[in-house]
């Protein structure tokens, strides 16, 4: 039972390109109210449930909301928290084992407007901080999945993730309406980049 149906968008996702695995770290941006760290849990193991495999290596679930986010076993809940601000930075650090995540989720989206082309820039400058956010958190080879609105600053965003993973695509589950100008990007092999 999942709290809400996006999560069929990250199951659809995760079936196809196995990011989350057994063991491995997630930090789930705009997490409420906790469909995507669902899906998360069962998947890296974080409950520790096993799965059908009692030796299965536990995980860690990092959420991250503005908004409260009920309990869920398994998880770690920042709410009231902004992703883009550093003292969120900082305490997922501390959660996280050696201060790394494998992957970065982002189902976030700001309160639309109504404006498609102002709600579409609002989404993109809140994408580009997640890689603010990669550099700070993500292992080296990690992966990012970022929900975005399709528009004119789309390429933008896939030049600069472009820039520090190996590889980028675009993403429409069929999960997602057919009809909104939602997207993924899915950004796998992460490269720090060196200053
Ligand atoms: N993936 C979630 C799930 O499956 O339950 C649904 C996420 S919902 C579509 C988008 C969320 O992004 C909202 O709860 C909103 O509060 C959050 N959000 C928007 N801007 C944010 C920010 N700067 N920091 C943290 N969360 C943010």
Request: glycine share 8%; net charge neutral.
């Amino acid at each position: 039972n999942f709290r809400c149906r996006s999560a069929f968008k990250l199951l659809e996702i995760d079936d196809k390109f196995r990011l989350l695995q057994p063991g491995g770290s997630v930090v789930d941006c705009g997490a409420a109210p906790g469909a995507w760290s669902q899906v998360a849990v069962q998947r890296v193991n974080s409950a520790g449930t096993g799965e059908g495999d009692p030796a299965a290596p536990h995980g860690t679930v990092v959420g991250i909301d503005l908004m409260n986010i009920p309990p869920l076993d398994g998880a770690h809940f920042l709410c009231s928290h902004d992703v883009t601000d550093p003292v969120t930075h900082a305490k997922l650090l501390e959660l996280l084992p050696n201060r790394q995540a494998h992957v970065i989720l982002s189902d976030m989206a700001p309160n639309a407007s109504g404006f498609r082309e102002m709600d579409h820039v609002k989404l993109i400058t809140m994408c580009f901080s997640l890689i603010d956010l990669a550099e700070k958190i993500l292992q080296p080879g990690g992966s990012l999945v970022c929900k975005y609105w399709d528009g004119i600053s789309a390429r933008e965003l896939q030049e600069k993730l472009s820039n520090v993973f190996n590889t980028v695509q675009i993403i429409k589950p069929n999960a997602s309406r057919k009809d909104s100008s939602e997207r993924y990007f899915l950004a796998r092999m992460y490269r720090k980049p060196v200053k």
